[in-house]
């Protein structure tokens, strides 16, 4: 989406709530009114990695320890046994039939996570199973 010209361009974060279900509520500094909120409504924010707290993006590995992975095009994969923190990015240790699989923990690859139904949907990249 092409940036809101009329609308807050920067601003601090002072408070983010989890609503459920991937949504969050995120109160910045430079959003006082009800007109600019419905400017950002639908925008994405920008954030540089070097501002974000320790540990933000870190997921928590009892978190989604025994979770089920299901591939869109493969099915069923296997369940998580531990999320796996090498530095560049997480990685999901997956074990299944086909033995043990490591999954970049990435939104290109792993697409849905439904904690009601403690499942992983994933689409892996050609020749990820091949090995």
């Given at each position: 989406m092409p940036p809101v010209l009329d609308a807050p361009r920067?601003?601090?974060v002072e408070d983010v709530t989890y609503l459920g279900d991937d949504a969050y509520?995120?109160?910045f500094d430079s959003v006082d009114t009800i007109d600019r909120a419905e400017a950002l409504a639908g925008c994405s924010c920008l954030v540089r990695r070097a501002d974000l707290p320790e540990g933000f993006d870190v997921?928590?590995?009892e978190a989604l320890a025994g979770y089920r992975v299901c591939d869109e095009k493969?099915?069923?994969i296997g369940t998580v046994r531990e999320i796996i923190d090498n530095g560049?990015?997480?990685l999901v240790?997956?074990?299944g039939e086909a033995g043990d699989v490591l999954v970049p923990l990435v939104d290109a690859i792993v697409v849905a996570v439904d904690e009601d139904a403690r499942t992983l949907t994933t689409r892996l990249p050609e020749?990820?199973?091949d090995c």
């Open positions: 920067m601003g601090t509520l995120v109160m997921v928590a590995q493969h099915g069923f560049a990015q997480q240790a997956i074990d020749g990820l199973l």
